[in-house]
């Protein structure tokens, strides 16, 4: 029977438009237990950010305050969790998260706690260093106990689902295609078993290879792929086709 996941991206491979991958990304994220959804990129013009792509389920006051009251310019997320592309868990009540940060910002996390919000998974998919860059937010109602616990079982998945949307959007139009070399079928194996959720060292006794071996093989894929991450490669590997859930 299909995981939830590998419904996921059965699901986006065949969607028509940028809308309908954001919902289909804000859906799974529901199914994960996450409270609400964000996709947000910003482009860099003149030292300022404009908003190229704002979708989010905070409501119409929060979409019209990040477009047009400056939120986009106080958003701790663009600023500071963008810099690297791994995922980041986000505490509105606590600046923590985001080292270098102000009382400013805090504002904008204060925006999302009126509504609720106690924190959540920040997923970058470009970041900052590109003119365009951004990402996703899942978000959580839930204390940081039951946040902590969420996290820890589904951070994975909305990791790799948020690289695997955005992947679809750039199909879409939404942004630049990346050009793709074939992976070898010993790449493709070890990419399959990380998306898995298996380690290096693991993959390692599957296979009946070394560790080196297997860091190398993940090497190659993610320079064949463009990616920057283990994640992102495998999300552009599922969305070329060159592997399968």
């Given at each position: 029977?299909?995981?939830?996941?590998?419904?996921?991206?059965?699901?986006?491979?065949?969607?028509?438009?940028?809308?309908?991958?954001?919902?289909?990304?804000?859906?799974?994220?529901?199914?994960?237990?996450?409270?609400?959804?964000?996709?947000?990129?910003?482009?860099?013009?003149?030292?300022?950010?404009?908003?190229?792509?704002?979708?989010?389920?905070?409501?119409?006051?929060?979409?019209?305050?990040?477009?047009?009251?400056?939120?986009?310019?106080?958003?701790?997320?663009?600023?500071?969790?963008?810099?690297?592309?791994?995922?980041?868990?986000?505490?509105?009540?606590?600046?923590?998260?985001?080292?270098?940060?102000?009382?400013?910002?805090?504002?904008?996390?204060?925006?999302?706690?009126?509504?609720g919000t106690k924190g959540g998974i920040g997923?970058?998919?470009?970041?900052?260093?590109?003119?365009?860059?951004?990402?996703?937010?899942?978000?959580?109602?839930?204390?940081?106990?039951?946040?902590?616990?969420?996290?820890?079982?589904?951070?994975?998945?909305?990791?790799?689902?948020?690289?695997?949307?955005?992947?679809?959007?750039?199909?879409?139009?939404?942004?630049?295609?990346?050009?793709?070399?074939?992976?070898?079928?010993?790449?493709?194996?070890?990419?399959?078993w990380l998306c898995a959720g298996h380690r290096v060292s693991a993959i390692?006794?599957?296979?009946?290879?070394?560790?080196?071996?297997?860091?190398?093989?993940?090497?190659?894929?993610?320079?064949?792929?463009?990616?920057?991450?283990?994640?992102?490669?495998?999300?552009?590997?599922?969305?070329?086709?060159?592997?399968?859930?």
């Amino acid at each position: 029977m299909p995981t939830v996941f590998e419904n996921f991206v059965d699901q986006m491979i065949n969607l028509p438009d940028a809308n309908d991958v954001w919902q289909c990304t804000a859906e799974f994220g529901y199914n994960l237990g996450f409270s609400s959804c964000s996709l947000t990129l910003a482009e860099r013009a003149d030292g300022k950010l404009n908003s190229r792509y704002l979708k989010t389920d905070f409501g119409d006051e929060f979409s019209e305050g990040y477009d047009k009251g400056g939120l986009i310019d106080i958003d701790p997320f663009l600023h500071f969790a963008c810099q690297t592309p791994a995922s980041q868990k986000i505490l509105t009540s606590s600046l923590t998260s985001y080292p270098g940060s102000s009382a400013t910002h805090q504002h904008f996390l204060d925006q999302l706690s009126e509504g609720g919000t106690k924190g959540g998974i920040g997923v970058p998919v470009r970041t900052s260093e590109n003119k365009v860059f951004g990402g996703w937010i899942f978000s959580s109602h839930e204390p940081e106990e039951a946040f902590d616990l969420l996290i820890a079982e589904r951070r994975h998945e909305a990791h790799l689902a948020g690289l695997l949307a955005y992947e679809r959007m750039i199909a879409l139009g939404l942004g630049h295609e990346q050009s793709e070399k074939l992976l070898s079928c010993r790449e493709r194996e070890v990419l399959l078993w990380l998306c898995a959720g298996h380690r290096v060292s693991a993959i390692a006794e599957k296979l009946g290879i070394s560790e080196s071996a297997v860091n190398l093989y993940l090497k190659n894929a993610r320079a064949k792929l463009g990616a920057r991450t283990r994640e992102q490669a495998i999300a552009r590997a599922i969305f070329s086709g060159q592997i399968e859930l």
